[in-house]
T-cell receptor, first 112, second 112 residues
Framework: NAGVTQTPKFQVLKTGQSMTLQCAQDMNHEYMSWYRQDPGMGLRLIHYSVGAGITDQGEVPNGYNVSRSTTEDFPLRLLSAAPSQTSVYFCASSFGGKETQYFGPGTRLLVL | TQLLEQSPQFLSIQEGENLTVYCNSS?????LQWYRQEPGEGPVLLVT?????EVKKLKRLTFQFGDARKDSSLHITAAQPGDTGLYLCAGAGGGGADGLTFGKGTHLIIQP
């Protein structure tokens, strides 16, 4: 099993550009989530999904969209990138929101 | 909003020393997870504690869940350079609330 995979590993964007961060898991987990990690702020939940077709907002959802068309994939879209979105983004999957979270390796995003 | 406070934020000690990091809250959690994150990677689960007063050992690491399930500690005996990393605690809320609340983490450096 590959576990949780994320692409790209690194990305540089200009302010106003859009992009999609990809996340896939092969563990048949129903629950998937996106976090951002910033120095001194810890992991903050952006969006999460309890199953295909169902998504909900986390703590810091503004500026991000998600969709869950399949169990395996949970892409995160930045609609119009801003410097405040410079961060490391982690995707995680699990059998449930309170269960062990399996994290991907992260995407490091720099918005200029 | 459930908050988890971790202390200390940073800790740098010599190889062979003992240390304890703390995870405290005013809220009760149904379970608490500890993760370790190494540079450039996603967090990886170390242990989950569920019962108040529970103690779990993982080689030189000892985890304890407070009797009231509001706090937890991680004690490392004879720290090794391989223990270096960011240690995160995450609490699962009581009742029907889904998801985890993460602390901001303790950055641990073990110097040879």
């Amino acid at each position: 099993n590959a576990g949780v995979t994320q692409t790209p590993k690194f990305q540089v964007l200009k302010t106003g550009q859009s992009m999609t961060l990809q996340c896939a898991q092969d563990m048949n987990h129903e629950y998937m989530s996106w976090y951002r990690q910033d120095p001194g702020m810890g992991l903050r939940l952006i969006h999460y999904s309890v199953g295909a077709g169902i998504t909900d907002q986390g703590e810091v959802p503004n500026g991000y969209n998600v969709s869950r068309s399949t169990t395996e994939d949970f892409p995160l879209r930045l609609l119009s990138a801003a410097p405040s979105q410079t961060s490391v983004y982690f995707c995680a999957s699990s059998f449930g929101g309170k269960e062990t979270q399996y994290f991907g390796p992260g995407t490091r995003l720099l918005v200029l | 909003t459930q908050l988890l406070e971790q202390s200390p934020q940073f800790l740098s000690i010599q190889e062979g020393e003992n240390l304890t990091v703390y995870c405290n809250s005013s809220s009760v959690f149904s379970s608490l997870q500890w993760y370790r994150q190494e540079p450039g990677e996603g967090p990886v689960l170390l242990v989950t504690v569920v019962t108040g007063g529970e103690v779990k050992k993982l080689k030189r690491l000892t985890f304890q869940f407070g009797d009231a399930r509001k706090d937890s500690s991680l004690h490392i005996t004879a720290a090794q350079p391989g223990d270096t990393g960011l240690y995160l605690c995450a609490g699962a809320g009581g009742g029907g609330a889904d998801g985890l609340t993460f602390g901001k983490g303790t950055h641990l450096i073990i110097q040879p």
